[in-house]
């Protein structure tokens, strides 16, 4: 089994910047896709970004591109969030989950932890 524990969110200002972690813990294969996906009040969870566990391959929501960029140290099994050019729609909850293949698909993750709160305000 994998466990996933996000860590990093917080209360920021439009503008600034937020770098999430998610440290995982288990058995995790090298074609295994890693995921952050984000979920705000009244709304249904969103794809954010995922990458390969064991690299070259990326993806990212068109909301966020060009300001979020994700990123793993395979030595520390940790994936990480780094958030540019924060703005007041980008709040939410942010999840790190785990699918079997590389995949943007919420329904083909399936490994979740429980959760970071990322508030911005204006």
């Known amino acids: 089994q994998v466990q996933l524990v996000e860590s990093g969110g917080g209360l920021v200002q439009a503008g600034d910047s937020l770098r999430l972690s998610c440290a995982a813990s288990?058995?995790?294969?090298?074609?295994?896709?890693m995921g952050w996906f984000r979920q705000a009040p009244g709304k249904e969870r969103e794809f954010v970004a995922a990458i390969r566990w064991s690299g070259g391959w990326t993806s990212y929501a068109e909301s966020v591109k060009g300001r979020f960029y994700i990123s793993r140290d395979n030595t520390k099994n940790t994936v990480y969030l780094q958030m540019n050019s924060l703005k007041p729609e980008d709040t939410a909850v942010y999840y790190c989950?785990?699918?079997?293949?590389?995949?943007?698909?919420?329904?083909?993750?399936?490994?979740w932890g429980q959760g970071t709160q990322v508030t911005v305000s204006s």
């Open positions: 288990g058995r995790i294969f090298s074609g295994y896709g």
């Open positions: 989950a785990a699918a079997p293949w590389e995949s943007t698909i919420t329904s083909q993750y399936q490994y």
